[in-house]
């Protein structure tokens, strides 16, 4: 499921009814004529002999999961260990997830992590099928992790990175051929979902070549 150029506008009016990102006109005619251009965030070495890429969703409970029994160990084994690189690219199925990801992406690479972690753990709490009250949620985690609603307000009114990411996150999930979230590209290789296990002995595999 891809977000079109008109139903990201449209994530952007209705993040404006919830009183902080204007209409989808303004962020159209606010959209500069090149697009900004977006950077991968990674933890670990850039020149790390393994390179992990995590596609997951904010809104997707499987990619939830993965951040609360997984992660934790993989970062502890591999990543603060400096045996790998681990990036995370960010899949939007919906608008929920694009606005989380814009607030994970508002504080920039140094607190990126650390937002997307509350994000995946409180995903139940923040979640709510009334658009306002995802968004105040959302600006919740965002003002925990040291920001003020003025700059969550401007990240989230951003028309030309709103269309920015949506157009990062289909061009390389095409390119690696996603089926689903989360999912993982290994030193290139494309796997589904697994346990920490499974991860353990494939990382292990690269590692050792």
């Known amino acids: 499921m891809k977000l079109t150029r008109r139903e990201t506008l449209a994530a952007m009016a209705a993040a404006g009814a919830a009183g902080v990102a204007g209409n989808a006109a303004l962020a159209q005619e606010t959209a500069p004529a090149a697009a900004p251009e977006i950077a991968d965030f990674g933890l670990g070495p850039t020149d790390a002999k393994v390179t ?106 951003d028309g030309a990175q709103a269309e920015a990411l949506v157009a990062h996150y289909q061009k390389n999930a095409e390119a690696d051929g996603l089926q689903g979230t989360p999912s993982f590209v290994i030193n290139g290789t494309l796997h589904s979902n697994m346990s920490y296990d499974e991860m353990k002995q494939v990382l292990d595999a690269e590692l050792a070549k």
Not at 82 to 100: H, M, P, S
Not at 106 to 127: A, N
Not at 133 to 150: E, S
């Open 52 to 157: 992990v890429i995590e596609y997951a969703s904010f809104t997707c409970p499987h990619c939830a999961s993965f951040h609360s029994t997984v992660w934790p160990q993989l970062k502890a084994d591999y990543i603060d260990t400096g045996k790998i690189r681990f990036v995370l690219r960010e899949v939007y199925f919906d608008r929920y997830g694009l606005w989380a990801g814009m607030i994970a992406r508002c504080g920039g690479e140094m607190r990126y992590f650390g937002i997307t972690d509350i994000v995946f753990d409180t995903q139940s709490e923040w979640l709510a099928d009334d658009p306002n009250a995802a968004v105040a949620n959302l600006k919740k985690i965002g003002r925990k992790a040291g920001m003020d609603d003025a700059t969550m307000d401007a990240c989230l009114k």
